[in-house]
């Protein structure tokens, strides 16, 4: 019998080989999975921060329309916008400078904000472009 096959010896290198292979590509496909779950988790939990570190409150409202903001939050607010409602027409809040406060760091207040006040309810609201909102309703 002239019987040719490959000998156990070889046949036992070729499924080492075969396995160190697989083991190899399952590591680099497992690592490319993690490290950009890992990347998207911290651009999330920057985000979240963010948006729970934003706070601000509205302190007083004179009878001129004086609005005192104050930043209640941990993060610095910038781009301030005020408005103030009165039966369904809006009108700009302004600074002394322009209609935006540029920025509140925490725990600070801005009282140099003018809303024209109307008869009756004025519900004033203030904006910042990290998404901190504050809203106050004043009876003229």
Do not use: H
């Amino acid at each position: 019998m002239n019987n040719k096959s490959i000998s156990p010896v070889i046949a036992t290198i070729i499924l080492v080989g075969i396995a160190i292979g697989a083991s190899a590509l399952l590591y680099s496909w497992f690592s490319g999975i993690q490290t950009g779950t890992q990347q998207v988790g911290g651009q999330t939990a920057g985000s979240i921060t963010l948006a729970t570190g934003s706070a601000m409150k509205i302190d007083t409202v004179t009878n001129a329309g004086l609005v005192t903001v104050r930043n209640i939050g941990s993060v610095n607010l910038t781009d301030i916008t005020g408005t103030d409602t009165n039966s369904g027409t809006s009108a700009p809040c302004n600074s002394t400078s322009n209609t935006t406060v540029a920025s509140l760091s925490p725990g600070s207040s801005n009282s140099t904000i003018t809303c024209a006040l109307k008869s009756g309810v004025n519900n004033i609201e203030f904006i910042s472009s990290e998404g901190a909102i504050a809203t106050y309703e004043k009876l003229q």
